[in-house]
């Protein structure tokens, strides 16, 4: 019921974030005592515990001022970050207090023409997976987890993970929520907002578009921005999410920057003529303040966006992934390269490197690939002598830091593709699944898509085997469209079919022909399922075939099989021969 009327005055107007709950407990000067004792002074997540008409008065001060929305004293309330002053344990109870301090206020303030909504504030915690370290990805899943059952059970209306700055945590986060969920039978709206540094990314590297294509698949119902370094810095972020949301848009800044005695200079009239700069726009849904800010910011803000319409969002029609870096798909790009080196199976200098444990090295020729031109690196660590997921983890930790291009996870192991998106900041692509077992490799993987947001090679193959002619395999990758779409729910522009192609050199009778099957194949598959990509292991061709005249066959038969339609290619990117730098003579040997 919450979830239809919170969206219903979604459509109606701008809604109203309350301000900063830190700033306006600093200016009521309180003692050691308020927080319950010394050694929790300036523990803000306490004082729900010790001093709860305090926290009450400030949201009443805020909807007094105009909020729709007011958020919950719980920005820090998860075990992570309360043990640092011994009181972990109270997870829990703090933040259902909190919820349940927060709605008796919101009950107060609402009428049926103007309803109020309590949003459950979850911070960042103080750790980083990609840049500190010092957790685990499961720790901080079990601390949300924790934190969103004290909240859910408290009354909450919404949950908002705020300030967020790693995705991988995000990641964490939301399989908390979703586990919290589960628990206790209640699914709330989550809304996911980031935090911008002043060099233009996030903390852990990402920009706007790769953090917002990174959560698209949690379905929140706003992405924003808040806190940072006020409103101004904001406004090119702000404009490139709102061009590729096709969620609602929040925004709460600071009150600009913070001078060295922690005073902010943006006054209620100056900061809210920056963002109505915004509304005017049209990119705003939902506005507000973070640090800085106060009742008097959030009242001339609340009159200023009665005069604005919320902004309206559509569809987006395109493939996207990402890494620490976007890559939103256009025609335009083909072929996209997706660099083949580390993976094991297909490079000696790559199963050495892992086989020694030299995990850094072997990481640089990942960079290597980036540099020669790999839009996607694919990773693969199947050696049947030694521990798949060790190794996987264990270059993972040290290739995110290398590369910014989205990854391949190749892998048979569904455990190991799991534990590997763990490891990945952006939405991956998996590769790969088919029909060769039935639906058993759907069933496994498509879950995983779901819960981290990844795109999925399918292969052209189903219980009778691999597909040879291009009938067959439009066949086969109809028939895993029509599962992967209308059974289970997949969004086809994540789909990108795999048609496969054979040696041509191996003189094995059953594939004379087969390597134009597949560029037909190509052809066929892109004008019978046009939102889905093509992808191929364009080297398979000239497997067996001396080195000089490899080079050459691949790039010739890269050139037709882009000419046929196809989006990705798995190629060595070091050594790629340009099409147009090869004789005449070749091309028409190859």
């Not at 990609?130 to 009354?155: D, K, M, R, W």
């Not at 490139?240 to 800044?253: A, D, G, I, R």
């Not at 106060?294 to 902004?311: C, D, F, G, S, W």
């Not at 196809?566 to 190629?571: E, S, T, W």
Request: aromatic content about 6%.
């Amino acid at each position: 019921m919450t979830r239809s009327l919170l969206e219903k005055q979604l459509q109606s107007k701008i809604l109203i974030f309350d301000g900063a709950m830190g700033t306006m407990l600093q200016n009521l000067d309180l003692s050691a005592d308020d927080f319950g004792g010394e050694e929790f002074e300036g523990c803000n997540e306490n004082l729900v515990l010790t001093a709860p008409n305090v926290i009450k008065t400030i949201h009443d001060d805020y909807l007094r001022a105009g909020a729709d929305i007011i958020s919950t004293n719980t920005f820090g309330a998860t075990s992570i970050v309360l043990d640092d002053y011994d009181i972990g344990d109270k997870a829990f109870l703090i933040n259902e207090t909190a919820a349940k301090i927060a709605k008796e206020s919101a009950k107060t303030w609402s009428t049926k023409e103007w309803p109020r909504f309590v949003a459950g504030a979850m911070g960042p915690t103080t750790k980083a997976l990609s840049v500190t370290g010092g957790t685990t990805f499961e720790a901080l899943q079990s601390a949300y987890f924790e934190q969103a059952l004290g909240l859910i059970s408290g009354g909450v209306d919404l949950l908002l993970l705020e300030t967020s700055q790693d995705v991988r945590n995000v990641k964490a986060a939301y399989l908390g929520i979703k586990q919290a969920f589960q628990e206790s039978k209640k699914e709330l709206p989550l809304v996911i907002s980031g935090t911008i540094e002043p060099m233009g990314t996030t903390l852990a590297g990402q920009s706007i578009e790769a953090f917002y294509i990174s959560i698209e698949h949690m379905k929140p119902l706003a992405v924003g921005l808040n806190c940072a370094t006020g409103p101004e810095f904001m406004r090119d972020h702000l404009r490139s999410l709102s061009e590729l949301s096709e969620t609602n848009v929040s925004c709460y800044p600071n009150a600009g920057l913070p001078d060295e005695e922690g005073n902010y200079h943006e006054s209620p009239t100056s900061l809210a003529l920056k963002l109505e700069g915004f509304a005017k726009e049209g990119w705003l849904n939902i506005v507000g303040g973070c640090c800085g800010t106060t009742p008097e910011h959030i009242q001339v803000l609340a009159e200023k966006m009665a005069n604005y319409e919320p902004r309206r969002h559509k569809k987006q029609e395109n493939h996207r992934v990402s890494g620490i870096d976007p890559l939103v798909y256009d025609d335009s790009m083909r072929p996209l390269f997706v660099g083949e080196r580390t993976n094991v199976i297909g490079s000696r200098k790559f199963k050495r490197l892992i086989s020694e444990e030299k995990y850094e090295e072997a990481s640089e020729i990942a960079r290597a690939q980036v540099k020669k031109g790999a839009h996607v690196i694919d990773i693969c660590l199947a050696n049947p002598d030694r521990d798949e997921l060790k190794d996987m983890e264990n270059f993972l930790s040290h290739v995110i830091n290398k590369v910014k291009v989205p990854l391949m996870i190749d892998s048979t192991d569904e455990h190991v593709i799991e534990k590997a998106l763990t490891y990945s900041q952006g939405k991956a692509i998996i590769n790969s699944i088919n029909l060769e077992e039935g639906e058993e490799r759907f069933e496994k993987i498509v879950p995983l898509i779901k819960k981290f947001g990844a795109a999925v090679v399918v292969g052209t193959i189903d219980e009778e085997g691999m597909a040879i002619t291009a009938e067959r395999k439009l066949e086969i990758a109809k028939r895993s469209y029509d599962l992967l779409v209308n059974k289970y729910g997949l969004n086809p522009n994540d789909l990108i079919f795999d048609p496969l192609v054979f040696p041509v050199g191996t003189g094995d009778e059953q594939y004379i022909g087969s390597a134009k099957e597949t560029v037909e194949g190509i052809k066929q598959i892109k004008e019978a399922l046009p939102d889905c990509l093509t992808i191929l292991g364009v080297s398979n061709v000239s497997f067996g075939i001396p080195p000089a005249g490899r080079e050459v066959l691949n790039a010739v038969y890269l050139y037709h099989c882009t000419k046929a339609g196809l989006d990705y290619a798995i190629v060595n990117t070091e050594k790629l021969e340009r099409y147009a730098s090869i004789p005449d003579e070749e091309k028409e040997m190859a």
